[in-house]
């Protein structure tokens, strides 16, 4: 068997039975850390060596998976005199070893800028034939609880129950809520009751003796942020007054919204009625109808004023005699006729002849009715 498999096999024996010769991991820190987001961590791992340790010295960090069938990663490697710092992409720059030479006895390391995901097991393997030991250090990489926001839930009336709730929206859990009385006596009320995980403080049959500034603290292992709120407990409101007044605007909502139906109903009934007015079809009414007056009685008075004016002196006035008493003993006609649309122009009239003169020659003077245009006697 040749010298490199001896040291396997026996490598592989201290492995299993845990014994080694010399080698030894002398680190009293604790092995559970827990820091805050951003800040820096140094995870201790000091180590002696014996005489009889022959081998070339090997450190080892690696984290551990969160389950059994994961596999771990490599983080930080020192062999052969010289460190290999960025094994592992996520703590690509943020990790290195504490100690400049870390082959004098000191493998501890320093994480830089923790974040949440760093959480988790980290093991320090230090290997020098023919011996090996280990340490496991768990770290727990934890935010700070973000500022609260204080709000109040139910009514600020004297005799109710209010509720002051107090809220961080980011922090790594478990998170624990303190409330307490900034103004007064400083202490919360009797009937008080507090609830530090929900971040609830229930005031039972509130008085106006409670009202005043309260301060809610929200805290975890790795920070702590808090917010104020004011509580003022009024007396009990007039609910007859108020009752009273939504009926009153209740009723005049309803009167507004009945005249403005009433108003639509109206125009739209006007709007109706205009319009079959517009298409309704009117007839002429026909004029009334007149006596008897025609082209007739204008042409017998206009031949009965040519033959007089041939008759002689003796013949005109027996004929005036005569035909005065049959003239006005004619009653006139009740008969109405339509005057025609284009009534026919009176005959010329000759020169009429002069009062005296008619006197001088015997005639009778004769009233003849005056017309107008549409033939009606005046």
Not at 140 to 154: D, I, L
Not at 250 to 267: N, S
């Amino acid at each position: 068997m040749d010298l490199s498999t001896f040291h396997f096999c026996y490598l592989l024996t201290v492995l299993l039975t845990g014994t080694s010769h010399g080698l030894d991991i002398i680190s009293t820190a604790p092995t559970t850390v827990e820091k805050a987001s951003g800040e820096s961590v140094k995870l201790d791992c000091q180590f002696t060596l014996a005489p009889e340790d022959y081998g070339s010295l090997d450190i080892e960090w690696t984290l551990q998976p969160s389950d059994a069938q994961g596999e771990e990663k490599v983080v930080i490697l020192y062999s052969g005199d010289r460190p290999y710092e960025n094994y592992y992409p996520p703590l690509k720059d943020r990790v290195h070893f504490f100690s400049s030479d870390p082959k004098t006895g000191d493998a501890s390391i320093n994480l830089l800028a923790l974040k949440s995901a760093d959480t988790g097991t980290y093991q320090c393997k230090v290997k020098k034939v023919p011996g090996i030991r280990s340490r496991k250090v768990v770290l727990r990489v934890m935010v700070a609880p973000s500022k609260p926001r204080c709000s109040s839930e139910g009514s600020s009336e004297v005799g109710k129950d209010v509720v002051l709730r107090c809220a961080s929206s980011d922090g790594t859990s478990p998170i624990n809520y303190d409330w307490e009385r900034t103004t007064g006596t400083k202490l919360l009320p009797a009937s008080a009751v507090t609830d530090g995980i929900s971040g609830s403080l229930t005031i039972r049959n509130a008085s106006e003796a409670f009202s005043g500034m309260y301060r809610c603290t929200a805290k975890n292992p790795v920070g702590k942020q808090d917010c104020a709120i004011e509580l003022s407990i009024i007396p009990p409101r007039n609910m007859g007054g108020i009752i009273a007044a939504s009926i009153i605007c209740v009723l005049l909502a309803l009167i507004i919204i009945a005249i403005i139906l009433f108003c639509c109903c109206r125009a739209r009934n006007r709007k109706k009625y205009e319009k079959e007015i517009s298409y309704e079809i009117r007839e002429d009414v026909p004029p009334p109808k007149s006596r008897v007056s025609t082209a007739r009685s204008f042409t017998s008075v206009g031949s009965q004023r040519s033959s007089l004016g041939s008759m002689s002196p003796s013949n005109l006035h027996e004929y005036a005699t005569h035909n005065s008493k049959s003239q006005y003993d004619k009653i006139p006609s009740e008969e109405y006729e339509r005057p025609p649309s284009h009534a026919p122009l009176p005959p010329p009239v000759g020169p009429k002849p002069m009062g005296p003169n008619l006197s001088r020659m015997g005639a009778i003077p004769v009233m003849i009715p005056a017309q107008n245009r549409d033939g009606s006697i005046v």
